[in-house]
């Protein structure tokens, strides 16, 4: 069955970085569109990053520009959103998740079928 197993999260000081892994099992990785999100506590679901299926074409939230990047390695069934210059609100369990064969990007939760089970990311000195 399908399962994405992130990790990479931490504690790390405010200035920092991390690199999050997302790996994919279960079903043709190249087919789907992988996004990022994280929720802080009392929080909804908010999506981070997002990168596309075939072509790896990539978007970001206002609060990640400049400042997060995400890629992918088919070959490895691997996704991963480098966070570098961490800041304390970036604090939140980050998530992946896929879209349904050829989805598309999209920064809401509900086009998502897929997701992993979080990691933790504090940001805090």
């Known amino acids: 069955q399908v399962q994405l197993v992130e990790s990479g999260g931490g504690l790390v000081q405010p200035g920092g970085s991390l690199r999050l892994s997302c790996a994919a099992s279960?079903?043709?990785?190249?087919?789907?569109?992988i996004g990022w999100f994280r929720q802080a506590p009392g929080k909804e679901r908010e999506g981070v990053s997002c990168i596309t299926s075939s072509d790896s074409i990539t978007y970001y939230a206002d609060s990640g520009k400049g400042r997060f990047t995400i890629s992918r390695d088919n070959a490895k069934n691997t996704v991963y959103l480098q966070m570098n210059s961490l800041k304390p609100e970036d604090t939140a369990v980050y998530y992946c998740?896929?879209?349904?064969?050829?989805?598309?990007?999209?920064?809401?939760?509900?086009?998502?079928?897929?997701w992993g089970q979080g990691t933790q990311v504090t940001v805090s000195s």
């Open positions: 279960g079903f043709t990785f190249w087919y789907h569109a």
């Open positions: 998740a896929a879209t349904s064969s050829w989805g598309s990007c999209s920064p809401r939760v509900s086009d998502y079928p897929y």
